[in-house]
């Protein structure tokens, strides 16, 4: 009778920290729960990838992430990895925004990337992939890779593809702008619907230069997206194609122990905040690139965005500010092109990027498509300036982060209109009460007094739609990419943390300079109290999101963060 021979654990792989839970008798029980779900022993030596997915049916940005998830599968298997999958949330802006479920929108980011931490960290793996969509879901993605210090990369799904209305091409921007139409009176119901039920063909995220896709350009030029892979729309029939590719490079990465700071770094964060400004990107790209060098350790602030802004001009002609969608930058040449046309100007700096290529060889391989008009040389830019600028003063000591894109204004004075949230700042846009020349005042919306620091895109995209042009907004919250107009947000100190927003009254005149950089008021603060709205008491994770998170000029972190962002120009800082 033949007897089995003695079972020896495969010895210890060299390198892979997940032989943590894998190998010695003393694993037998995880070893146990392994098989159970489809690993054998030869699985044990190899490296375990995490496949991180923010997949989800609630929305086009996500919905087709697990169909993704396959292919990235494929690549890790085919490298001589094994994929380990694990789901996380997404928060989608577009469906939250104006209403209280906004509120949770930011702070998912801090939840996402904890929760990648946590599978990650809890299991031992040894690299990460990260599949990506909405807002959100893209910079959590980039500060759990940096938090963890792994082999890995981020994947984004894509862009959605324009929608088409009365023969044009249509996103979700101009659905906002027709509720705002649908105020006024110039646009009846069955209008109303009519763009709503255009705007989103089909997967993919909002398909302007609005947060999903700037942030998504952003990795490209970090270096911790492989160049090409996010510029595919979601439809696309190449986005498999880049989806197995990350696979591969997750497995490569991981064998070659190239962790993720050695692709975030200072000069790599720079190249991101010079890329959203080249594009016409969303000002949100500033608090998240803050908050993805905090995780990383990194001195990097919003001064650095600041710097990186004003040396690159916007050379692509994008959505919100601009004619065309992401879709259409990709067909042009896409984020490969942008970065040829940064390189050759000096605009950026060289770095290594996941793909095992250098920045600068992968932007020598751009193919412009003849005659497109979306992307620009630096001689003839769409616009002279970047598309956004940091500004300081009496209003915002510590900083607010201006908007450029989509208008030329230099200047605004103006008497200020103040609200304590976002509905009665919005009702007032939608009632008519709002006057050319106010500057719009919306406060106790930042990180720790919404909390959450919502977006104020309805109240913009209201104004638009009602054809008052000449205003001003300044918020402590956030705006959407999607917004444009002479618009600040991000100031800080914020009005829940005792910043002066929360001393402004009606009429006080609000004097905002982009050249200057500098927003002030005349009124004199000294002697005045702020009187807080009355709220309800934050519970559960927003409780805890406004105990512990850092100002928006520090990223609005939630992790201990001596960031670098008060650094400013000395002359700032004395006269704030």
């Known amino acids: 009778m033949n007897e089995d021979p003695p079972y020896t654990p495969p010895s210890r792989p060299k390198n892979l920290r997940s032989a943590a839970v894998t190998q010695g008798a003393n694993r037998a029980a995880a070893r146990s729960y392994l098989r159970a779900a489809g690993l054998d022993d030869a699985d044990f030596s190899r490296p375990l990838i995490g496949v991180v997915n923010t997949w989800s049916s609630v929305t086009p940005c996500n919905m087709h992430l697990g169909d993704l998830a396959e292919h990235v599968r494929r690549g890790v298997r085919d490298s001589g990895g094994v994929p380990i999958d694990f789901n996380t949330i997404v928060v989608t802006?577009?469906?939250?925004?104006?209403?209280?479920?906004?509120?949770?929108?930011?702070?998912?980011?801090?939840?996402?990337?904890?929760?990648?931490?946590?599978?990650?960290?809890?299991?031992?793996?040894?690299?990460?992939?990260?599949?990506?969509?909405?807002?959100?879901?893209?910079?959590?993605?980039?500060?759990?890779?940096?938090?963890?210090?792994?082999?890995?990369?981020?994947?984004?799904?894509?862009?959605?593809?324009?929608?088409?209305?009365?023969?044009?091409?249509?996103?979700?921007?101009?659905?906002?702008?027709?509720?705002?139409?649908?105020?006024?009176?110039?646009?009846?119901?069955?209008?109303?619907?009519?763009?709503?039920?255009?705007?989103?063909?089909?997967?993919?995220?909002?398909?302007?230069?609005?947060?999903?896709?700037t942030m998504a350009m952003a990795l490209t030029a970090?270096?911790?997206?492989?160049?090409?892979?996010?510029?595919?729309?979601?439809?696309?029939?190449?986005?498999?194609?880049?989806?197995?590719?990350?696979?591969?490079?997750?497995?490569?990465?991981?064998?070659?122990?190239?962790?993720?700071?050695?692709?975030?770094?200072?000069?790599?964060?720079?190249?991101?905040?010079?890329?959203?400004?080249?594009?016409?990107?969303?000002?949100?790209?500033?608090?998240?690139?803050v908050a993805i060098g905090a995780e990383a350790g990194v001195d990097f602030g919003i001064e650095d965005c600041n710097d990186a802004c004003e040396a690159a001009p916007v050379i692509c002609d994008l959505k919100p500010g601009g004619q065309f969608l992401a879709s259409h930058l990709f067909q042009a040449g896409g984020t490969r092109l942008v970065l040829q046309r940064m390189m050759q100007a000096g605009k950026i700096e060289d770095a290594t990027t996941v793909s095992g290529r250098s920045l600068f060889d992968e932007a020598r391989e751009a193919i412009e498509t003849p005659n497109q008009k979306v992307i620009r040389d630096f001689d003839a830019p769409v616009m002279t300036r970047g598309s956004y600028a940091v500004i300081y003063g009496n209003v915002a000591p510590d900083g607010a982060v201006i908007k450029l894109v989509g208008h030329d204004t230099a200047r605004?004075?103006?008497?200020?209109?103040?609200?304590?949230?976002?509905?009665?700042?919005?009702?007032?846009?939608?009632?008519?009460?709002?006057?050319?020349?106010?500057?719009?005042?919306?406060?106790?919306?930042?990180?720790?007094?919404?909390?959450?620091?919502?977006?104020?895109?309805?109240?913009?995209?209201?104004?638009?739609?009602?054809?008052?042009?000449?205003?001003?907004?300044?918020?402590?919250?956030?705006?959407?990419?999607?917004?444009?107009?002479?618009?600040?947000?991000?100031?800080?100190?914020?009005?829940?943390?005792?910043?002066?927003?929360?001393?402004?009254?009606?009429?006080?005149?609000?004097?905002?300079?982009?050249?200057?950089?500098?927003?002030?008021?005349?009124?004199?603060?000294?002697?005045?109290?702020?009187?807080?709205?009355?709220?309800?008491?934050?519970?559960?994770?927003?409780?805890?999101?406004?105990?512990?998170?850092?100002?928006?000029?520090?990223?609005?972190?939630?992790?201990?963060?001596?960031s670098p962002a008060q650094r400013r120009p000395e002359h700032m800082r004395e006269a704030s």
């Open 93 to 213: 802006d577009g469906i939250s925004m104006g209403t209280p479920g906004m509120k949770a929108s930011l702070i998912s980011r801090e939840t996402i990337a904890d929760s990648i931490e946590l599978a990650v960290q809890g299991h031992q793996l040894d690299g990460v992939v990260c599949i990506v969509g909405c807002d959100k879901t893209i910079p959590a993605a980039a500060m759990a890779l940096a938090r963890m210090d792994l082999p890995g990369c981020v994947l984004y799904g894509g862009t959605i593809m324009p929608g088409l209305h009365a023969g044009k091409e249509i996103s979700i921007q101009e659905v906002f702008e027709a509720i705002g139409a649908h105020g006024a009176g110039s646009l009846d119901d069955a209008g109303l619907r009519q763009v709503e039920s255009a705007a989103c063909p089909g997967a993919g995220a909002c398909g302007g230069q609005f947060t999903a896709n």
């Open 412 to 562: 605004f004075e103006g008497p200020a209109r103040v609200f304590d949230t976002e509905e009665t700042a919005f009702d007032a846009v939608q009632r008519g009460a709002i006057r050319e020349g106010d500057v719009i005042v919306i406060r106790y919306e930042g990180p720790r007094g919404g909390p959450g620091m919502r977006e104020m895109l309805q109240v913009t995209a209201a104004l638009k739609g009602r054809g008052v042009q000449n205003v001003a907004l300044i918020t402590d919250g956030r705006f959407s990419g999607a917004s444009y107009g002479f618009v600040a947000g991000h100031v800080s100190p914020e009005a829940a943390a005792g910043g002066p927003i929360a001393l402004l009254r009606d009429d006080d005149i609000i004097a905002i300079d982009v050249a200057a950089r500098r927003i002030e008021t005349s009124a004199d603060l000294s002697n005045r109290v702020a009187s807080p709205p009355k709220r309800e008491a934050p519970t559960g994770v927003f409780a805890k999101y406004a105990a512990l998170v850092s100002s928006a000029s520090q990223g609005a972190v939630t992790i201990p963060n001596p």
């Open 222 to 289: 970090m270096g911790i997206s492989p160049v090409g892979a996010n510029d595919v729309p979601a439809t696309h029939p190449d986005k498999p194609v880049e989806a197995e590719r990350c696979g591969r490079l997750a497995v490569e990465l991981t064998k070659r122990r190239l962790n993720a700071r050695r692709f975030i770094t200072a000069q790599s964060l720079r190249n991101a905040a010079a890329a959203v400004s080249a594009s016409g990107g969303s000002t949100n790209a500033v608090l998240h690139l």
